[in-house]
């Protein structure tokens, strides 16, 4: 059997980014992959640019890169108490397309804040997210990584052996889902 297509996306744009950290330890847990990192530099959803244009490209590309993953990965920051504003949009945009693509798929969802909560608000906003695009968010221990700027060495290597720990049993799961 071939390796697997995992999808990873980081609800925040900074290429620095805490989550952008962890979803690589995600992919060394993961295991053997074709991993594809999605853009979500996309235009703010708009009905009349919507109507007027389509759906853009930037988003049929996203739709298609979750459709044709054999599972998804989303690692977001929680800003202002909720869900980041682009990974939304990528959400709103997503529900826009054809074919559900978020549909079944085997989805993994952790954060990693500066805070002392770790994204804990904002990861269960981005879950409620997932629901009407009917994804199948794998249930288990939530991954906050909290005081995220102290949790990653130089090598942007995640350091606490418990946050590992649940790192590895979450990817061990989304591995075991793929059908």
């Known amino acids: 059997m071939a390796d697997p297509t995992l999808l990873t996306i ?10 952008r950290k962890l979803l690589k330890e995600a992919v060394a847990a993961f295991g053997p992959a074709k991993v594809i ?17 389509g759906v853009p490209q930037s988003v049929q590309t996203l739709a298609e890169q979750v459709k044709n993953a054999d599972a998804v990965v989303i690692s977001s920051p929680e800003y202002n108490k909720g869900i ?23 989805t993994v969802v952790m954060s990693a804040n500066a805070g002392r909560t770790g994204g804990e608000t904002g990861q269960f906003m981005v879950m409620s997210c ?3 695009l009917q994804a199948h968010v794998l249930p288990g221990p939530m991954l906050c990584i909290a005081a995220a700027g102290d949790e990653f060495d130089e090598n942007d290597r995640l350091t606490n052996d418990r946050y590992r720990k649940v790192l590895a049993g979450k990817m061990e799961a989304l591995r075991s889902a793929i059908g």
């Not at 990192?37 to 244009?53: H, I, S």
Request: glycine share 10%.
């Open 37 to 53: 990192e999605a853009d979500l530099n996309l235009p703010l959803y708009d009905g009349d640019l919507e109507q007027a244009e």
């Open 10 to 19: 980081s609800g925040s744009l900074r290429k620095g980014a805490f989550n």
């Open 84 to 106: 980041t504003g682009v990974l939304k949009n990528a959400f709103d945009w997503i529900s826009r397309t054809e074919g559900m693509p978020f549909k079944n798929k085997p």
């Open 130 to 132: 997932l629901v009407p």
